[in-house]
């Protein structure tokens, strides 16, 4: 098989089991919403908020740096780095465990309620595996088995709603939920790790350590990146109450929705960039940039005004009634994420340019910005403010890393979408005004689709280079 035809088939099983993974997340939500007291869906999803922090602080960045040094090795060296690696996380997770079960030993005897450290452990035990499966795909990526990474990730989402399906279904409640998923989980890694080690002999090298420090600038950007989009719950929590921190996480499902999508998309276009640039041909990199922005933005304003007058609609089709007030955070939350893509567009841009310095400081800003802005206007304005937040974190990312992409010496045409933008606010701002929500997708329809188009067709000089 070709590297072209290898890619886009990776690209395309690696989209197909990102949208089962989603709409199997989506689901799991829908029965927990339904079946579980807003308090047990709030802790529920604050838990699994703690177990992935804790993979993200404890897999050190290598599920992202993983597939390029395995990929880079010879075939007959690839086993023993792996193993080595395997050996190494396995030891972190297990303490990751450990670490976990003795903070639920110490909580009861400080006087904290025994949940408290029974929520802990769990917390604990869902990291444990994460960290594990997670590295395994890593592998799996680097080896550049497709099939398997794909069916992983799928046998992982569903498992989760079968097994936690089957917990709500039987009335087990909260605790039953979170020992599915910790099944679901564990299994999943166990299943990986035999596969991926089978039938060959034990020879590890000494390889985490080598690998963790390699991995230390995309470990920072995926630090930075969870305080972004993740922290701001633990802000809500304090700020508004628990049960307005499930409906936050409700709220952010969408969000996650358009990141997916739209990242999804940036496959195929990301690495031409990158060859590009790293070949030194700094006008077509502008010139192809200018084209995927474009379409981001088009595409991203009409996922925003397509769902802007079917927000409470969306909020009851995957919760209940109880979660009617993410509604008013759903817009916000989305066009910071919609704004977050393209600061990553510009990042990937930049890391190809040999400056990932300034991604980590571009992702600093936008989540220490963030986070502040959270902290003044969630009193104000509630739900709606923290959403606010995340469009002020995103826009001045994208902005200071479109600033250093031009520093860099690739150029995009920033004019090509600010015509796009403007009849995306006015659609918002008329339906707002006015109260129908209909008219932004029409009023965006009869604007903004005209324009990205021609924009597309007979401004952008669309030419494919050698």
């Known amino acids: 098989m070709s590297r072209s035809r290898q890619f886009v088939r990776g690209a395309a099983l690696s989209g197909a089991s990102t949208m089962v993974s989603v709409a199997a997340a ?36 290598l599920f992202a740096s993983l597939p390029a040094l395995i990929a880079a090795r010879e075939q007959a060296r690839q086993m023993p780095y792996i193993q080595g690696v395997l050996k190494g996380q396995a030891r972190v997770s297990l303490g990751v465990l450990a670490a976990a079960l ?45 099939r398997l990474h794909a069916a992983g ?22 605790m039953a939920l979170l020992l599915a998923l910790l099944i679901s989980q564990a299994v999943c890694a166990v299943a990986l790790a035999y596969i991926v080690l089978r039938g060959a002999p ?65 496959l195929p276009w990301l690495p031409s960039i990158a060859a590009m640039a790293a070949a030194g041909r700094k006008e077509d990199a502008g010139r192809t940039l200018t084209e995927v922005l474009v379409v981001i ?8 005004v397509a769902a802007y007058p079917l927000r409470e609609w969306l909020v009851l089709l995957l919760s209940s009634p109880e979660y009617i007030g993410a509604a008013d955070a759903i817009t916000p939350l989305m066009l910071g994420i919609h704004l977050a893509v393209q600061a990553g567009v510009f990042g990937q841009t930049l890391i190809a340019l040999e400056r990932p310095e300034w991604v ?21 304005m509630g739900l709606r403010g923290a959403g606010l937040a995340w469009v002020i ?39 707002r005004v006015t109260g129908i929500g209909i008219l932004a997708p029409l009023l965006f329809c009869l604007t903004g689709v005209p324009l990205a188009f021609y924009l597309l067709r007979h401004r952008l000089p669309l030419r494919r280079s050698a």
């Open 26 to 61: 989506l689901a799991l939500a829908k029965l927990a919403t339904n079946t579980l007291p807003q308090g047990d869906v709030a802790s529920w999803l604050i838990v699994v908020l703690v177990a992935d922090g804790l993979n993200l602080l404890f897999n050190f960045g």
């Open 360 to 380: 980590t400081f571009g992702q600093a800003s936008q989540a220490v910005l963030s986070l502040a802005s959270a902290a003044v206007l969630m009193p104000l």
């Open 102 to 146: 003795a903070t639920a030993v110490i909580l009861p005897l400080s006087g904290q309620p025994a949940t408290y450290g029974i929520l802990c452990a769990t917390a604990g035990a869902l990291a444990c595996a994460g960290i594990f499966r997670d590295t395994l795909l890593a592998v799996i990526n680097g080896l550049q088995d497709y």
């Open 393 to 431: 974190g995103a826009g001045a990312s994208m902005t200071f890393q479109a600033i250093a992409v031009r520093r860099a010496g690739v150029h995009p045409r920033a004019g090509s979408r600010v015509p796009q933008f403007l009849f995306f606010i006015g659609s918002l701002s008329v339906a």
């Open 153 to 174: 990730s799928i046998a992982f989402g569903v498992s989760q709603v079968v097994l936690g399906g089957a917990a709500l279904w039987c009335g087990g409640g909260l």
């Open 297 to 304: 933005t088009f595409l991203g304003h009409s996922m925003i």
């Open 202 to 266: 034990w020879h590890p090298e000494p390889a985490f350590a080598q690998a963790a420090r390699f991995s230390i600038p995309l470990y920072a950007n995926s630090l930075l990146n969870y305080g972004f989009q993740r922290a701001d719950t633990f802000l809500v929590t304090a700020l508004l109450g628990v049960n307005m921190a499930g409906v936050y996480e409700i709220a952010k499902r969408f969000p996650q929705l358009l990141s997916r999508g739209l990242n999804a998309l940036l």
